[in-house]
């Protein structure tokens, strides 16, 4: 490892944990290069929260981060993979939050909006809109 990914392994790491796709960690003339896709802006902020720790006034020269949210785009067709239950779908983005449907494992429902990365506003076919976790759906 070479004393700039020792530098950034910290950057390197949270890009890897957010699940950043495509992740490409290259190195040319002194610079350190982090590349991917992000499925949300989560994913995104995590790999920038990781290099703000290190650098916070982010002035640092010698890495460059290319992160790109990739995302679902709004209309995408997404399955229910609950265990065996069905999974709620609430008024708000919080366990807390009055239920509006549920939707059967299985089921396919549409992406309305990736609201973060825990919380999906998700629509059923018998149009009953909310926000469901998102480890349960599946593109």
Request: charged share 20%; net charge negative.
């Amino acid at each position: 490892m070479s004393a700039l990914q020792d530098k950034y392994q910290s950057v390197v790491a949270a890009a890897q944990s957010a699940g950043i796709a495509s992740l490409q960690v290259t190195e040319q003339d002194g610079i350190l290069y982090i590349k991917g896709d992000a499925a949300n802006t989560d994913a995104k902020d995590a790999v920038w929260n990781a290099l703000g720790a290190i650098d916070p006034s982010y002035t640092a020269t010698d890495v460059n981060i290319d992160v790109k949210v990739t995302g679902l785009a709004a209309g995408a067709p997404l399955t229910v993979i609950t265990e065996q239950t069905n999974l709620n779908i609430r008024k708000e983005p919080s366990t807390e939050a009055a239920l509006v449907g549920k939707a059967a494992k299985g089921e396919t429902v549409t992406l309305v909006e990736q609201t973060s990365a825990e919380w999906w506003k998700i629509k059923t076919a018998d149009g009953e809109e909310g926000y469901a976790y998102s480890r349960y759906l599946k593109a």
